[in-house]
């Protein structure tokens, strides 16, 4: 394996993780640079820099034929996705294998079965793994929607087949609310993932967003590394997770229930790759299979930090044949507790994004804090990729202890020249029901840290103006 060259078709902090783990292992580590992005960070840890032309998504990172050129002309022998982007896309993983390169990620057959909601409940389903009540597949008019409805009790979701993201769900209570949402969600799902198909499910109020992180090679050993909790959410998007579950808490039971589930799941379609299987727990801890993610995922360090397993070094291992870094499942342990911080350019109010440039960082983090970033002075973050610039993960011995250094570590960290969701994660982070653990997906839309945030920002920018009236008082009594 060592020498192989990896082309990583990804920007940001992803990017820098993916090279990182090529370097350690000895293999070339291949970055790229895009015309609206001619200084990328990720190519200070790359060995060697590539120039994918193009002025935006389309012409660079989703461009299959301009990158099977690149692959071509630079003797590329592999390639790492990161998360986004092509990391799930069938076409991608197939044309690669027709040209004998490795794709680090499961085999097209997986990504096709597990990347279609319709097809991967089905999956599921008959690996004997619990599903949420609904259709079994497309519904394609109203009338079918509203059927399934009463027969399945309001409230539904509205959600597209093809979906991701947190993009094209939509609740609905009553037969009114499905017949006025039904067609805007068929936009939705069209505008952005090409294709109208939708489901009906039942919608679980107040619930849980359990994950399990699924590692598997090309020998067949399928296993899981435990489960992390990404129930703090907005706009079906996470912005805070944390491994292991403090809903699950104590229940060991219930945690190995969930995560043989979700190997089930994996061995179903012959998975060999790093994955993430999400399921949704309702109060009474009942949890339902909700798809599964065929990559590495975002919030994977929360994961590496109790559990000692690099699961990026490992994901690349596997996809070249070589042995994990372990052979069974009782070899996996958890140590602790992490929480993850999603750093994002946005504004911590609205929560939507706030492209801009960062004119300053610093960063004074308590031991054992872990920053995976893409920020330095000068950088300059454009609407076209995801406001997520960082990831901020703190480890303790246990919850309270990577609570109090992930609230010191985000207390000292400084980003200026643009909105940040910083002042959003310190609120939460001092809120009484996550301090506690308990908390749901409904979390920012029933707590509304947000406005405690923009109640902050009134008080500092009053006290701000007192200060300059006081000022231009004691200049004009000089």
């Known amino acids: 394996m060592k020498g192989k060259r990896v082309l990583i078709i990804n920007r940001g902090e992803i990017a820098i993780r993916v090279a990182k783990a090529l370097n350690e292992l000895g293999l070339v580590s291949v970055g790229v640079w895009t015309d609206n992005e001619t200084e990328p960070p990720h190519l200070e840890y790359c060995q060697e820099w590539v120039h994918l032309q193009g002025n935006n998504n389309k012409e660079t990172y989703l461009n299959i034929p301009k990158i099977m050129k690149i692959i071509e002309d630079y003797k590329i022998d592999g390639v790492h996705p990161g998360y986004g982007f092509l990391s799930e896309n069938r076409e991608f993983s197939e044309a690669l294998a027709k040209k004998g390169i490795v794709f680090i990620g499961p085999n097209p057959n997986a990504v096709y079965k597990m990347g279609a909601k319709d097809i991967s409940k089905q999956v599921a389903k008959e690996a004997g793994v619990p599903v949420v009540p609904g259709s079994t597949g497309e519904v394609a008019t109203i009338e079918e929607a509203i059927k399934i409805g009463n027969e399945i009790g309001f409230p539904v979701l509205l959600k597209a087949v093809a979906g991701g993201?947190?993009?094209?769900?939509?609740?609905?209570?009553?037969?009114?609310?499905?017949?006025?949402?039904?067609?805007?969600?068929?936009?939705?799902?069209?505008?952005?993932?090409?294709?109208?198909?939708?489901?009906?499910?039942?919608?679980?109020?107040?619930?849980?967003?359990?994950?399990?992180?699924?590692?598997?090679?090309?020998?067949?050993?399928?296993?899981?590394?435990?489960?992390?909790?990404?129930?703090?959410?907005?706009?079906?998007?996470?912005?805070?997770?944390?491994?292991?579950?403090?809903?699950?808490?104590?229940?060991?039971?219930?945690?190995?229930?969930?995560?043989?589930?979700?190997?089930k799941c994996a061995r179903a379609v012959n998975y060999d790759s790093a994955g993430t299987v999400e399921f949704i727990m309702g109060e009474d801890k009942k949890f339902y299979f909700l798809e599964m993610n065929t990559r590495i995922q975002v919030e994977h360090p929360i994961t590496e930090e109790i559990t000692g397993v690099d699961l990026v070094a490992n994901m690349i291992k596997g996809a070249f044949g070589e042995p994990l870094d372990f052979n069974s499942q009782d070899q996996i342990r958890i140590q602790g507790h992490a929480i993850e911080l999603r750093i994002c350019a946005e504004d911590p109010v609205s929560m939507l994004p706030a492209p801009g440039k960062v004119v300053g960082f610093e960063t004074t983090f308590p031991q054992g804090i872990r920053f995976d970033?893409?920020?330095?002075?000068?950088?300059?973050?454009?609407?076209?990729?995801?406001?997520?610039?960082?990831?901020?993960?703190?480890?303790?011995?246990?919850?309270?202890?990577?609570?109090?250094?992930?609230?010191?570590?985000?207390?000292?960290?400084?980003?200026?020249?643009?909105?940040?969701?910083?002042?959003?994660?310190?609120?939460?982070?001092?809120?009484?029901?996550?301090?506690?653990?308990?908390?749901?997906?409904?979390?920012?839309?029933?707590?509304?840290?947000?406005?405690?945030?923009?109640?902050?920002?009134?008080?500092?920018?009053?006290?701000?103006?007192?200060?300059?009236?006081?000022?231009?008082?004691?200049?004009?009594?000089?």
């Open 165 to 263: 993201g947190g993009k094209g769900m939509r609740p609905c209570h009553s037969e009114e609310d499905v017949k006025n949402n039904f067609a805007a969600v068929q936009r939705e799902a069209l505008s952005g993932f090409g294709y109208a198909g939708l489901l009906v499910e039942k919608y679980i109020q107040n619930p849980h967003h359990i994950e399990v992180q699924i590692l598997a090679d090309k020998k067949g050993n399928v296993f899981h590394v435990f489960e992390r909790e990404c129930s703090v959410q907005r706009r079906h998007q996470k912005i805070i997770e944390e491994a292991p579950s403090p809903f699950i808490g104590t229940d060991e039971a219930l945690r190995k229930s969930i995560c043989e589930a979700a190997v």
């Open 373 to 478: 970033h893409c920020i330095y002075p000068q950088f300059m973050i454009t609407p076209d990729f995801d406001p997520m610039i960082g990831k901020l993960i703190a480890r303790g011995f246990n919850r309270d202890v990577a609570l109090r250094k992930v609230k010191n570590a985000v207390e000292n960290l400084s980003i200026e020249g643009l909105k940040t969701n910083i002042p959003l994660h310190r609120v939460i982070l001092n809120e009484e029901n996550f301090k506690q653990g308990h908390y749901s997906t409904n979390y920012i839309s029933t707590i509304k840290p947000q406005e405690h945030v923009a109640k902050r920002e009134e008080l500092s920018s009053f006290l701000l103006k007192m200060a300059a009236i006081e000022l231009t008082q004691q200049e004009n009594q000089k």
